[in-house]
C-alpha cells in the first residue's frame, strides 16, 4: 500500500509534458525531426533482424528472437503482414522466414473450404479474417513492446517476378473472384476491384494495432522493383546487368497509390485514439525526393549511401536505410553501412540478418545460404554503435560537413551540436598513423577516442589545436570532441 501511495506521489510530481510523452505513439522528435522521441526519449532505430515473417510464419518462435534482439540492445524489427508472402528458394534464401511451410502459414484471411491455393491447401476467403492470426498479431506486438523493440509494420511489397502468382489477393488463391490483373497493375490504382480489398485490409490492421505506442507503418516495400519510371546507371564500370549498378525511380502510378494507402491510414486513424507514424520506402542507394506526400514522416532507402540523407535533410523528416543485403556475408561491410548512415543524420538503420531462421530464433546460424549477412558478433557492433548514440545528446546533433578540414588515411562523417561538440566517424585506410586536421574554433577541448567494433575507449587527451594524431590500429573509430569550459 505505501508503495502505491509513495508511486502515485512520484506521478504527481513529474512534469505533465513528460507523463504525456511517455504514452505515446514513437513520433518525429519536435525539437529535432530528423530524429525520433519515444517514451520520453530522443532516439535512433537500430535493429538486425529476421526476414520479415516473425509472425505469419507459425513455426518461428517470436518471443525468443524479441529477447535476443533486445539482449544484443537493438530496438527494431520490419515485419510483413500477409499481402506478400514467399515460396522456399525465393531468392537463394534457405532457410526463409518469409517463406513458411504450408501447415506453418497464417494470413490475416480466412481460409475457405475451396482447395487450390498456389503454395497448398485451400484458398481464402478476403471477406473474412483469420481472428487467430490477429491474436498472434497483438502477442508479438506486446513481446515486442516488453522487449522494447519498435516494429515496422510493412503493409504491402512488390510482388517481384513471381510473389504475385501465390498472392492471396490474386484470384487464383481466393474465391472473391478479384479481377485477373498483372503483378505489375496490383499495387496500383488500376487494379480493379482488388483496391477494395487492400482498403479493408490496411483499415483493420490500423484498428487492431492502434493501442500500441511501438510501432510505425510502411506502405510498401521496394514499389521501385516493378513499378520503375526511370533506370540510370550509377556504375559505370559494373555489370550492366546487375541490380545494384541502377538507381531505380518509382513510376507515378505506384506514388499515386501508395498516397491513397497513406490516406487510408490516416483517415482510419482519425476516427481512433493514435495517430502513427507512415513510413515510405522511396528507391534503392539514394534519391532526391520529389513532391513528397505530407503524410509521410519517414523516407527509408534500402542499400542506402550517406547522400540519401544529404540529399533530403532539407525536409526536416527521418531518413531511414531499413534493409541491407546484397553484399556478401562480411561483417566489417555492414557495420560501416552504418556508421556512415546514422553519421551523415540517418535515423534509423535495420540490417538483413539471415542468421535468423525457424529453429535459430536466437540468431545463431552463420551457415546460412543467403543474399547478404548477419551473426551474432555483427550484432554485439551494433549494440556498441546504438549505445554510443544513446549517450548522446541526438536533440542537439545535426550533419557538419565543415569541422573535418581533411583526414589522409580515413573516410569521415561528423555531426556537431554547433560549437560544444563533435562527433567524427573515421573509416579506417591507412595502414600507419596519421593526422586528422578540424576546423575548431579557438579554444581548450577534452578529445575521446573509441573502437567502434570494441566499444572501448582507446585514448583520452586534451587539445588546443586543429591537429589530432589518430591512434594506431586497423579498426575505424569514433572521435568525441567537448569544449572544455
Same mark, same amino acid.
Given at each position: 500500500?505505501?508503495?502505491n501511495v509513495l508511486l502515485s506521489t ?70 510483413? %503482414? ?6 522456399? !528458394? +525465393?531468392?537463394?534464401?534457405?532457410? #526463409?522466414? /518469409?517463406?513458411?511451410?504450408? =501447415? ?125 519510371? %526511370? ?6 564500370? !559494373? +555489370?550492366?546487368?546487375?541490380?545494384? #549498378?541502377? /538507381?531505380?525511380?518509382?513510376? =507515378? ?81 555492414y557495420r560501416r553501412q552504418a556508421w ?60 557538419? =560537413? ?84
Open positions: 500500500m505505501k508503495r512520484v506521478l504527481l510530481l513529474l512534469p505533465t509534458t513528460l507523463l504525456s510523452q511517455t504514452n505515446q505513439p514513437i513520433k518525429l522528435h519536435p525539437q529535432n525531426p530528423h530524429y525520433f522521441l519515444y517514451k520520453g526519449k530522443a532516439t535512433l532505430i537500430v535493429g538486425s533482424g529476421e526476414h520479415y515473417g516473425a509472425v505469419l510464419n507459425l513455426g518461428f518462435d517470436y518471443k525468443t528472437y524479441l529477447q535476443t534482439m533486445a539482449k544484443d540492445g537493438l530496438n527494431t524489427t520490419r515485419l510483413f %503482414t500477409g499481402a506478400y508472402i514467399e515460396k522456399p !528458394g +525465393d531468392f537463394g534464401i534457405k532457410n #526463409n522466414t /518469409l517463406a513458411p511451410s504450408e =501447415q506453418n502459414l497464417i494470413l490475416p484471411w480466412k481460409r475457405s473450404d475451396q482447395n487450390g491455393f498456389e503454395l497448398g491447401g485451400n484458398k481464402f476467403n478476403l471477406d473474412k479474417w483469420d481472428e487467430n492470426y490477429f491474436i498472434r498479431l497483438k502477442q508479438f506486438m506486446t513481446e515486442a513492446n516488453h522487449n522494447e523493440v519498435i516494429v515496422e509494420l510493412n503493409l504491402f511489397s512488390s510482388y517481384y517476378q513471381h510473389g504475385w502468382e501465390y498472392s492471396p489477393l490474386n484470384t487464383k488463391n481466393n474465391i472473391n473472384k478479384t479481377d485477373d490483373i498483372s503483378a505489375a497493375l496490383a499495387n496500383t490504382l488500376m487494379n480493379g476491384n482488388i483496391l477494395a480489398y487492400q482498403e479493408k485490409y490496411v483499415r483493420k490492421m490500423v484498428k487492431e494495432l492502434n493501442g500500441f505506442d511501438n510501432f510505425y507503418f510502411e506502405v510498401q516495400n521496394e514499389p521501385y522493383a516493378i513499378q520503375k519510371d %526511370t533506370v540510370i546507371l550509377r556504375n559505370e564500370y !559494373g +555489370d550492366v546487368k546487375d541490380f545494384r #549498378n541502377f /538507381l531505380e525511380i518509382v513510376s =507515378q502510378r505506384s506514388n499515386d497509390w501508395q498516397r491513397k494507402v497513406a490516406g487510408w491510414i490516416k483517415d482510419e486513424e482519425s476516427k481512433l485514439p493514435k495517430q502513427h507514424l507512415i513510413s515510405q520506402n522511396i528507391s534503392n542507394f539514394q534519391y532526391p525526393i520529389t513532391n513528397p506526400d505530407p503524410d509521410i514522416s519517414i523516407f527509408n532507402f534500402h542499400y542506402a549511401l550517406p547522400k540519401a540523407v544529404d540529399e533530403n535533410y532539407y525536409l526536416d523528416k527521418a531518413i531511414g536505410f531499413n534493409e541491407t543485403g546484397f553484399a556478401g556475408s562480411l561483417n566489417t561491410t556512415r548512415f546514422l553519421m551523415a543524420g540517418g535515423a534509423l538503420f535495420n540490417m538483413l540478418d539471415y542468421s535468423f531462421s525457424a529453429g535459430m530464433e536466437t540468431g545463431q546460424d552463420t551457415s546460412y545460404k543467403a543474399p547478404g549477412g548477419g551473426s551474432p558478433e555483427l550484432r554485439k557492433q551494433f549494440g556498441v554503435l546504438k549505445r554510443y548514440f544513446d549517450a548522446l545528446d541526438l536533440v542537439k546533433l545535426h550533419p557538419d =560537413q565543415h569541422i573535418v578540414k581533411a583526414s589522409p588515411g580515413a573516410i569521415t562523417e561528423a555531426l556537431s551540436d554547433n560549437g560544444k561538440q563533435w562527433v567524427i566517424y573515421m573509416e579506417h585506410i591507412a595502414m600507419k598513423p596519421y593526422t586528422l586536421l578540424l576546423n575548431l574554433p579557438k579554444g581548450k577541448f577534452k578529445a575521446t577516442w573509441t573502437d567502434v567494433v570494441t566499444g572501448k575507449v582507446i585514448q583520452t587527451l586534451m587539445v588546443t589545436g586543429n591537429e589530432i594524431a589518430v591512434p594506431a590500429g586497423v579498426d575505424d573509430k569514433v572521435l568525441l570532441v567537448k569544449v572544455v569550459k
